[in-house]
T-cell receptor, first 118, second 109 residues
């Protein structure tokens, strides 16, 4: 069973289009995250949700709108796609939003969605 | 967010121990030290984390300096599957991972 899954795995689209990436976790976690890995391979946190509420928003353009219909899902919708949005997007989840020192702090990452904007 | 400094790359031979260093001189008292790794074409994978004391798990050991300004990830016997980019990350109250460039580990047969 896949712990954190993302769809689609690959997404190729034209500039200006609107697209969504879906993420689901079956680990029973309360907290979910979106990260972006650009062409230089730097991974940056974008958003974090805890129990469907936004708790971290790392100054991401408002063209990016995360939506959490329930604790197990965190989708990412991107409006008016730009060339610079091309990257690999990773979803992750953890038990809770705060560091506590135990294995509950571990973040589980999905396989990534490679977005290419032409 | 406190920063970490790691060597860009390291090499090891299979079945030898590997010590991956990380400097974090601006660490605060509430920062946990996390290590994740990313295998080629995969998402990051948790390795280990700690606060003050050394930590061991089935994957690795984490040695934390007494002043907490540096730490070392120890892979006891490197395998080819351990070739990856290893990230040392400080994370305070919120479990928010700020990834740096990491250390690319090559393992030779």
């Amino acid at each position: 069973d896949t712990a954190v899954s993302q769809t689609p795995k690959y997404l190729v689209t034209q500039m200006g289009n609107d697209k969504s990436i879906k993420c689901e976790q079956n680990l029973g976690h309360d907290t979910m995250y979106w990260y972006k890995q650009d062409s230089k391979k730097f991974l940056k946190i974008m958003f974090s949700y805890n129990n469907k509420e936004l708790i971290i928003n790392e100054t991401v353009p408002n063209r990016f709108s995360p939506k959490s219909p329930d604790k197990a899902h965190l989708n990412l919708h991107i409006n008016s796609l730009e060339l610079g949005d091309s990257a690999v997007y990773f979803c992750a989840s953890s038990h809770g939003p705060m560091n506590s020192g135990g294995r509950r702090d571990e973040q589980f990452f999905g396989p990534g969605t490679r977005l290419t904007v032409l | 967010d406190a920063k970490t400094t790691q060597p860009n790359s390291m090499e090891s031979n299979e079945e030898e121990p590997v010590h991956l260093p990380c400097n974090h001189s601006t660490i605060s008292g509430t920062d946990y030290i996390h290590w994740y790794r990313q295998l080629p074409s995969q998402g990051p994978e948790y390795v280990i984390h700690g606060l003050t004391s050394n930590v061991n798990n089935r994957m690795a050991s984490l040695a934390i300096a007494e002043d907490r300004k540096s730490s070392t990830l120890i892979l006891h016997r490197a395998t080819l599957r351990d070739a990856a980019v290893y990230y040392c990350i400080l994370s305070g109250g919120y479990n928010k991972l700020i990834f740096g460039a990491g250390t690319r580990l090559a393992v030779h047969p």
